[in-house]
């Protein structure tokens, strides 16, 4: 039988698919650590939990409106002006069943096939699938370590063609923890205005999650924000990941394209889960302010130890909470074994089979020489993943 193109060809979200062999390699009893998962170790604040409880017995249990309860997107819409300084109507909100739906809402709602897209690498594992889905074109602009990870403004001015229809820009980001500082996106904003036809996602799903540099929307600029979709949502600055909830804030054609699109798919989000929404937008920042404060320690714990392995190279991330260390320097080295290492997924599996180490080879990313470390751990758990992680490229000659 024959079954749709499109998704047979679609490649499994490397993320979820390591994070279930390691589920599976625990099944058999192997001493296995992840750090996989982009998901804070933490569970949901009480007071949020409590709003979603009393929606409950409120009869918060039936269909909800499709772009959200009105008292969340106003929520929504006064955030994201006191703390963003953007000015949108409740009509211009629509929350979906994640920042992943409301990223392909956006994706589905404006791009033809053929369009092209262009996606700074390295990039989310789920952003090359959804320009697939869509029958797009997706052009690559590779960053590296010497850069940051961020894309300069001669290198977007120069990838810009008459068929560019979509940049997708992701600060913090998954999986660099890399950051633009406003000047950095007041100098791509000054390209993307030359080019009037493009028209920029930007995902800000990291945005409690930053440590020295401050956040910046780029829907601030001049000439941005009628362009700009900002994606955002709950799973990662209020540890909401099973909630399910993420919103976008855009203009209000593309709004109404995505509401309608999510109206023949899942129609509105969770009704109880919007109202734990709204207590988490307005009521108290405080516990989503100490999980940012743990992660930053974690992360200056983790740091100097990742630096301390010969032939490591990484940089101390901004935001997220993720280290993507560049491994290049072992490949072509060979295991105790004789096996060579010829690729980045080569070096993973080593990682496993010599020290029960599981992390997200940077071919999920859209690089071939980095991993993705998951620092949302304990910091127990992440001072023996380093020592694993230590040993096992020790064995390499």
């Given at each position: 039988m024959q079954f749709s193109q499109r998704i047979t060809s679609l490649e499994e979200s490397a993320t979820l698919g390591i994070a279930k062999k390691v589920r599976a390699?625990?099944?058999?009893?192997?001493?296995?650590i992840g750090l996989t998962?982009?998901?804070?170790?933490?569970?949901?604040?009480?007071?949020?939990?409590?709003?979603?409880?009393?929606?409950?017995?409120?009869?918060?249990?039936?269909?909800?409106?499709?772009s959200g309860y009105p008292e969340l997107r106003q929520a929504i819409v006064d955030k994201l002006k006191r703390e963003n300084g953007l000015d949108y109507a409740p009509s211009q909100i629509v929350v979906s069943t994640g920042a992943k739906q409301s990223l392909y809402n956006v994706v589905l709602a404006v791009l033809n096939p053929g369009d092209e897209v262009l996606v700074p690498a390295p990039y989310w594992v789920s952003y090359a699938a959804m320009v697939h889905l869509a029958q797009a074109r997706m052009t690559v602009l590779p960053t590296g370590i010497d850069t940051a990870f961020k894309i300069s403004p001669e290198q977007l001015e120069?990838?810009?063609?008459?068929?560019?229809?979509?940049?997708?820009?992701?600060?913090?980001?998954?999986?660099?923890?890399?950051?633009?500082?406003?000047?950095?996106?007041?100098?791509?904003?000054?390209?993307l205005r030359r080019h009037p036809q493009v028209l920029i996602i930007s995902d800000e799903i990291y945005?409690?999650?930053?440590?020295?540099?401050?956040?910046?929307?780029?829907?601030?600029?001049?000439?941005?924000?009628?362009?700009?979709?900002?994606?955002?949502?709950?799973?990662?600055?209020?540890?909401?990941?099973?909630?399910?909830?993420?919103?976008?804030?855009?203009?209000q054609e593309i709004a109404a394209l995505c509401e309608k699109l999510q109206g023949q798919c899942t129609s509105g989000a969770t009704a109880f889960?919007?109202?734990?929404?709204?207590?988490?937008?307005?009521?108290?920042?405080?516990?989503?302010?100490?999980?940012?404060?743990?992660?930053?320690?974690?992360?200056?714990?983790?740091?100097?130890q990742l630096k301390a392995?010969?032939?490591?190279?990484?940089?101390?991330?901004?935001?997220?909470?993720?280290?993507?260390?560049?491994?290049?320097?072992?490949?072509?080295r060979k295991t105790p074994a004789g096996q060579l290492i010829e690729t980045i997924d080569d070096l993973c599996l080593h990682l496993v089979e010599?020290?029960?180490?599981?992390?997200?080879?940077?071919?999920?990313f859209g690089t071939d020489r980095h991993v993705r470390l998951s620092y949302a751990y304990a910091p127990s758990v992440l001072e023996d993943a380093v020592g694993r992680l230590s040993r096992a490229l020790g064995q390499l000659s």
């Amino acid at each position: 039988m024959q079954f749709s193109q499109r998704i047979t060809s679609l490649e499994e979200s490397a993320t979820l698919g390591i994070a279930k062999k390691v589920r599976a390699l625990k099944a058999e009893g192997r001493d296995v650590i992840g750090l996989t998962l982009g998901e804070p170790d933490m569970d949901t604040p009480a007071h949020i939990r409590e709003a979603a409880k009393a929606a409950l017995d409120q009869g918060f249990t039936h269909y909800p409106p499709v772009s959200g309860y009105p008292e969340l997107r106003q929520a929504i819409v006064d955030k994201l002006k006191r703390e963003n300084g953007l000015d949108y109507a409740p009509s211009q909100i629509v929350v979906s069943t994640g920042a992943k739906q409301s990223l392909y809402n956006v994706v589905l709602a404006v791009l033809n096939p053929g369009d092209e897209v262009l996606v700074p690498a390295p990039y989310w594992v789920s952003y090359a699938a959804m320009v697939h889905l869509a029958q797009a074109r997706m052009t690559v602009l590779p960053t590296g370590i010497d850069t940051a990870f961020k894309i300069s403004p001669e290198q977007l001015e120069a990838a810009i063609t008459p068929q560019t229809k979509l940049l997708f820009l992701n600060t913090p980001s998954n999986p660099t923890g890399s950051m633009y500082t406003g000047d950095e996106l007041a100098a791509l904003a000054a390209v993307l205005r030359r080019h009037p036809q493009v028209l920029i996602i930007s995902d800000e799903i990291y945005e409690l999650i930053t440590y020295e540099t401050e956040h910046v929307s780029l829907g601030t600029f001049d000439g941005m924000m009628d362009r700009t979709i900002t994606v955002n949502g709950f799973s990662k600055g209020f540890a909401m990941t099973g909630w399910r909830l993420g919103y976008i804030a855009a203009p209000q054609e593309i709004a109404a394209l995505c509401e309608k699109l999510q109206g023949q798919c899942t129609s509105g989000a969770t009704a109880f889960s919007q109202q734990g929404a709204v207590a988490a937008l307005t009521q108290d920042l405080g516990p989503s302010l100490a999980m940012r404060d743990e992660f930053r320690r974690r992360r200056d714990l983790l740091y100097p130890q990742l630096k301390a392995i010969e032939g490591v190279d990484v940089i101390l991330p901004d935001g997220a909470f993720y280290f993507y260390p560049d491994l290049g320097a072992f490949l072509g080295r060979k295991t105790p074994a004789g096996q060579l290492i010829e690729t980045i997924d080569d070096l993973c599996l080593h990682l496993v089979e010599a020290e029960g180490l599981a992390v997200v080879p940077g071919s999920a990313f859209g690089t071939d020489r980095h991993v993705r470390l998951s620092y949302a751990y304990a910091p127990s758990v992440l001072e023996d993943a380093v020592g694993r992680l230590s040993r096992a490229l020790g064995q390499l000659s």
